[in-house]
């Protein structure tokens, strides 16, 4: 089980209290009209799924329900950092 | 290979077995090969075989990162069935369920193929609509599937508790009577073992690190941990590590790839007759032949290659099984481990061609991919040999996730294995 730091919170939390909502930093295509099938692929269904460092989307569900971002090492599990939603990637 | 007859078995018997030679050759890298399938799970070794087997081509090598079927082979539960949903789906496993019932004979390997029944169980006015919905569709494909009242279903399996005050009571559930387990290692060393015998060169502990194209894009072969080996065919059969190899081609794939866990109980003298399943309260199990409860849990929420997963998950299932099944209340746990399994969209699979020429994948067969290890290493191998899909495999391009045609099993059922 994850200890999860909710970064609103600024609290460490278990992990059922928090919803996993899956890859982060992904941008819906701004002109859908203009947008073609293999590019709504891409964002729909295509993901990185990296066996390393992977950024992702966790919702804090049963504490402040509020979105945010966190790194996290898939191998060994580690949290490395958590960010606020809407924070650009930390290096 | 020496073939097994009740000749040979008496006479090793008498011999005190010393006269058995080693099963398949585990071979060395050549410089080149008609065609290479990275990954010796079940469904890649499969795969070698209906090449050597059934398209003649036997210049083939499986490459393999650690041992031969220590992946999700080895780590699986090993429930079998075909009654899924939608048409494309009951093409593909029940080819692959006709091929279960004749492999043992046809690789001259006990596979040990069990057809005990598998018993889906509803808990909810929603649940019996969607599998009375599955057995309808199935009885219309000519696929047995059955409804049982909660009675009958307590007939079918004597220690399952069908008290109506459960917090998730039995309301039915669904059977089909082919379903049942078989020996996961058995299938991957009759595999190895039949291909071998045909010429393929297994090559384990030989991880592939890149996979190299020529100016032109197409394939030519992969480097691994022991050189570079060619090959203008390369097939990818890798499961829960897909994303990572295809991205070594420069392909990015609809996957995500979860730890997903099982657990044996000690062994016990008979008391699980079949193999019940419950998606609501994600609880599988069945009894293995060596009386060890075998039970299957649900994945974790995040992608991961960690192979082991959360302890919070396997308890959320044993709390399941002891209240559908109280008679195993005092049963300890001896193992429990996990495998990774890569996930898609719809989960359905992804058989087919990829961008690449000559690159070749068989993957997303998610939580649920043992039961098709046969059909799947079929349909791949006439794929491969011939360049373009076989009829069943078709369906599963992965080009389906830019039509939007997808095969949705997820939504039809939200069921796992
Ligand atoms: C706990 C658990 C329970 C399950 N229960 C069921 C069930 O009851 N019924 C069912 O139908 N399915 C079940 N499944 C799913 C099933 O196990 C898989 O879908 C199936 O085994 C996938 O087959 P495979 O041969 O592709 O995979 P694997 O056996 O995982 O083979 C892939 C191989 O690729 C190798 N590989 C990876 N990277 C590289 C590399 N870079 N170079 C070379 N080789 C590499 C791996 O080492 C591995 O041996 C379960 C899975 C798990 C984990
Ligand atoms: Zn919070």
Not at chain 2, 60 to 85: D, M, Q
Not at chain 2, 166 to 175: D, F, I, S
Request: hydrophobic content about 40%.
């Amino acid at each position: 089980m994850l200890i999860i730091r909710c970064p609103y919170c600024e609290a460490n939390r278990p992990e059922p209290e928090f919803r996993h909502a899956g890859a982060a930093h992904i941008v819906r295509p701004l002109d859908p009209s203009a947008t073609t099938d293999a590019e709504w692929a891409e964002f729909l269904y295509h993901r990185d799924n990296p066996r390393g460092t992977v950024a992702e989307r966790w919702r804090h569900i049963h504490g402040c329900g509020r979105f945010f971002n966190a790194l996290r090492d898939t191998v060994s599990d580690r949290i490395l950092s958590t960010y606020p939603a809407g924070q650009g990637r930390p290096e | 290979m020496r073939r097994f007859s009740l000749a040979t078995l008496l006479r090793e018997a008498l011999r005190g077995h010393t006269g058995w030679a080693p099963q398949w050759r585990d071979a060395t890298p050549k410089p080149a090969y008609d065609a290479i399938i990275v990954g010796a799970g079940g469904h890649g070794l499969a795969t070698a075989y209906y090449l050597a087997a059934e398209c003649g081509v036997r210049n083939v090598a499986v490459v393999e990162k650690g041992w031969l079927g220590g992946g999700n082979t080895a780590r699986n539960t090993t429930i079998i069935r075909s009654n899924y949903l939608w048409e494309e789906s009951e093409a593909i496993y029940e080819h692959s369920l006709k091929l279960w019932e004749d492999l043992s004979h046809a690789l001259n390997y006990n596979t040990m193929y069990s057809p005990r029944g598998v018993m889906m169980l509803a808990h909810t006015v929603h649940d019996e609509q969607v599998l009375k919905r599955h057995i309808h569709a199935n009885r219309l494909a000519g696929i047995d599937n059955e409804w049982l009242s909660p009675r009958e279903a307590q007939e079918f399996c004597p220690i399952l508790n069908t008290d109506p005050a459960l917090r998730y009571p039995v309301l039915g559930a669904a059977l089909q009577r082919r379903g049942g387990v078989a020996r996961h290692d058995a299938v991957a060393w009759g595999y190895a073992r039949a291909a071998s015998a045909l010429g393929v060169d297994i090559i384990q502990n030989c991880a592939v690190t890149g996979i190299r194209r020529g100016a032109d894009g197409a394939v030519q072969g992969v480097e691994t941990e022991r050189g570079f080996i060619a090959a203008p065919q390369v097939g990818v059969v890798a499961a829960g590590h897909t994303s990572v190899l295809m991205a070594m081609a420069g392909v990015r794939m609809p996957l995500e790839s979860f730890p997903l866990q099982a657990l044996v109980s000690e062994p016990v003298k008979p008391v699980m007759p079949c193999v019940v399943m419950s998606n609501t309260i994600h609880a599988y199990i069945s009894q293995s032949d060596k009386g060890e409860l075998v039970i299957g849990a649900g994945t974790d929420v995040y992608t991961s290659y960690s192979q082991r997963g959360g302890l919070h998950i396997a308890s959320d299932t044993l709390e399941a099984i002891c209240e559908l099944f109280p008679t195993v209340r005092r049963l300890r746990m001896l193992r429990s481990w996990g495998g990774i399994v890569d996930v898609t969209p719809d989960r359905s699979p992804i058989i087919g061609t990829t961008p690449v020429p000559g690159l070749f994948v068989n993957c997303g067969w998610g939580t649920g991919g043992f039961k098709a290890t046969p059909g799947s290493g079929h349909v791949f191998a006439h794929t491969i040999a011939k360049g373009t899909p076989h009829p069943i495999a078709a369906p599963f391009a992965l080009d389906r996730f830019r039509t939007g045609r997808l095969i949705d099993e997820a939504a039809a059922a939200a069921v796992a294995h």
